[in-house]
C-alpha cells in the first residue's frame, strides 16, 4: 500500500468526501460518520433511504465505543462480541441517543465492525475514527469487488478510490444481533 495514498484518503475523509476502498468481502463506500452532510451525499450515491441506517468500520473497539450504549447489552454479551474482533462481523449495537439519524436511521441501535482488512484498519487508524462502510454499489445492483469495477460504476460519483484490494471473502459480513446474539444475514 502506497502511504500517500492513504493520507490522500484521509485529506478527503477530512473534507467531507466520500471515498471507496476494499474491505474484507468487497468495496465500500466511506465518509466521515459525524459529517451529516458527507452522509447524506453517500446515500445520494448509493440510492439508499437513510431509515435503513449504516455500518460503521473501525481499527478498535475504543473507536466505536462514542456511538454505543454498552449499557443495554445482557451480560456477558460484549465479551463474545469483542472474541469476534476484528473480523467480518458486524453486530447492531444499541446507539447512544446523540447518535444522529443519518447513522441509524428509523432503528435505535448501529450496526459496527472492528475491520479485519489491514488497508481499512490503516485507514481508520489514520483518520483517528470509524467510517462510514456501505458495500460499493447502488441499492440492488452487485458490489464492485475490484478498483475497476469500482471506477466503472461509481467513479465519477466519488471523491476519491482508494486503491487497494479486498480479503477475498465470498460474502459480505455477518450481521447479528448485539442483544440477542441472533443473526440477521448470514455471511
Known amino acids: ?24 468481502a468487497v468495496f465500500g463506500l466511506g465518509c466521515d460518520p459525524d459529517n451529516g452532510e458527507a452522509v447524506r451525499r ?26 454505543l450504549d454498552l449499557a443495554a447489552l445482557p ?19 444499541p446507539a447512544r441517543p446523540e447518535v444522529p439519524l443519518w447513522l441509524r436511521g428509523r432503528f435505535d441501535s448501529l450496526a459496527v465492525r472492528v475491520t479485519s482488512h489491514r488497508q481499512a484498519h490503516d485507514l481508520c ?17 452487485e458490489p464492485a469487488r475490484t478498483v475497476e469495477a469500482l471506477s466503472s460504476r461509481l467513479g465519477g460519483e466519488l471523491d476519491f478510490i482508494l486503491p487497494g484490494v479486498t480479503d477475498g471473502l465470498a460474502n459480505p459480513s455477518l450481521i447479528r444481533d448485539g442483544i440477542t446474539g441472533e443473526t440477521l444475514r448470514p455471511a
Open 125 to 141: 487508524l489514520a483518520f483517528g475514527k470509524p467510517l462510514v462502510s456501505t458495500s460499493a454499489n447502488k441499492a440492488g445492483d
Open 1 to 24: 500500500m502506497n502511504p500517500q495514498d492513504l493520507l490522500t484518503a484521509v485529506e478527503h475523509l477530512n473534507k467531507g468526501a466520500v471515498i471507496g476502498y476494499a474491505t474484507e
Open 75 to 93: 451480560p456477558g454479551r460484549l465479551e463474545v462480541i469483542l472474541d469476534s474482533w476484528p473480523g467480518p462481523y458486524t453486530w447492531v449495537i
Open 42 to 67: 453517500l446515500l445520494e450515491i448509493k440510492q439508499r433511504p437513510e431509515e435503513k441506517g449504516l455500518v460503521l468500520i473501525a481499527a478498535d473497539f475504543s473507536q466505536l465505543r462514542p456511538y
